[in-house]
């Protein structure tokens, strides 16, 4: 506790995706950082300027500031937090089995960073956590010296350096103002938004913007239902929608969903709050159901386009992670989608660029392969579930001469459908009506494949 509080010194508690890609990006802005971690595997990889996760552009920049000596992977608390002006904590806050933030990592870090933390230090918590955390972190700590605020991060996975080099906005939250604005200088630059608020405000903003837009693209993809419904094209309805800049386009991406250690996590977390509080929060009941069953819409999709029946088929599945540039496979819409077409019968091969290796303890009834040429060969049907950009970029009349069928169900409409069926696949998305090919013996007719009702009359 000798030392004084420095604000050019940061300490980051947690070399996960949050920590480390806020970590790296504090010290290439000249700050002295230290990242504690007790994995001794992602130290070890942090220490060596390696990024354990696949995240563009952080491995160039982890190796650059390890090197320069501004950031440091340590493994005590008292090495990383002596002497920090600004101490982040970042660890996970999982879902319990109830949905609710599991907390007590944030706790522990909290409790052993207050043993080492400087007079006049600033404990920024980072990591999401329902209203009212912060503040009570805060009142326990029985540390009058040290200043609690909220400081919620926006970034993205896939993007996140950039996400962090130009923030959107910088929210921080506490209740005092001077420790507030210490924190809120970390990021941003002059023309960057500040948000200075309390911290379950910040709280509620962090958890508000992830349920938003999953709320929205749950919207969206009911919206997609009714466009198959009554013969709609949910790519023209979406651009029209978002054309309004009240609405925006962003976020309306029809599909197999979110995924990801964010939304679904945040999600359930918010809904379960409310309740706590007397409060039932029925558009997050029903984002979250409508999510689920876009998975199950997906993988009725291949069954019904297959007659009716799994058993024996042979399924290729093009993307396992849940978005792409990532390998993170946490909530991923393939994971569920994978166990369901197994579960009825199928043997699926499946391939990803990256997240091989994080999918494989999880699919281990799955055959993953690298290529997708050979995931594709001798397979009744192709269904794509993450959108990388090498799969719209395959040679479609070649997939379609390797594959034992035709069919080919594409869960994030990025394919193209023309291309496809003038190559004789019957092409499927979500919430668009098939593009037809006749019925042919090694495929049915898209018609078949929809089950789409016709169109609605009008007025
Ligand atoms: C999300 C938020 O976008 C970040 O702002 C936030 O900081 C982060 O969670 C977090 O809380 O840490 P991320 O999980 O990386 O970021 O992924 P997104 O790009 O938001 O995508 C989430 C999911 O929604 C993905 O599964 C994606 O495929 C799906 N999605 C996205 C759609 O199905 N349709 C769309 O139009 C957009």
Known sequence: MAAEADDRVICVIGAGYVGLVTAAG??????????????????????????????????????????????????AMSEGVTGAGIVIV???????????????????????????????????IKSTVPPG?????????????????????????????????????VVVGGDDPAAVRRVASLLGGPDTPRLLCDSVSA??????????????????????????????????????????????RSFLSAGLG????CFPKDVRALETSAGYHGQSFWLLKAAIEVNSQQRRRFAGKLLHGLGGSLEGRRLAILGLAFKPFTDDMRQAPAIDVIRQLEDLGAAVVAT????????RPLLQRTTLVDDPYEAVTGADAVGLVTEWPEYRALDWGRVLRLMRGRLVVDGRNCLDGAAISACGGTYVSMGRRPRATPATPAGPSADAVSGALPPLPLG
């Open 133 to 169: 955390t912060t503040r009570s972190l805060g009142r326990v700590s029985r540390r009058d010296d040290v200043s609690f605020v909220m400081f919620p991060e926006f970034l993205r996975e896939g993007s996140a350096l950039e996400d962090l080099r130009h923030p959107s906005r």
């Open 258 to 261: 979110w995924g990801g250690s």
């Open 90 to 124: 970042a660890v996970g806050t999982p879902p319990t089995p109830e949905g609710e933030a599991d907390l007590s990592q944030v706790r522990q870090a909290v409790d052993e960073a207050l043993i080492h933390a400087a007079a006049g230090s600033v404990v920024a």
């Open 203 to 248: 709280e509620l903003i962090k958890y508000g913007s992830n349920a938003f837009l999953a709320t929205k693209i749950s919207f969206i993809n009911e919206m997609a239902q009714l466009c198959e419904l009554t013969g709609a094209d949910i790519e023209k309805v979406a651009d029209g929608m978002g054309l309004d800049p009240r609405i925006g």
């Open 352 to 359: 990803d660029p990256v997240a091989m290796d994080r999918a």
């Open 26 to 75: 504090l010290a290439e802005t000249g700050r002295n950082v230290r990242v504690v971690e007790i994995n001794p595997e992602q130290r070890a990889a942090v220490a060596e300027g390696r990024s354990p996760i696949h995240e563009p552009g952080l491995d160039e920049l982890l190796s650059a500031v390890v090197s320069s000596g501004r950031l440091r992977a340590v493994e």
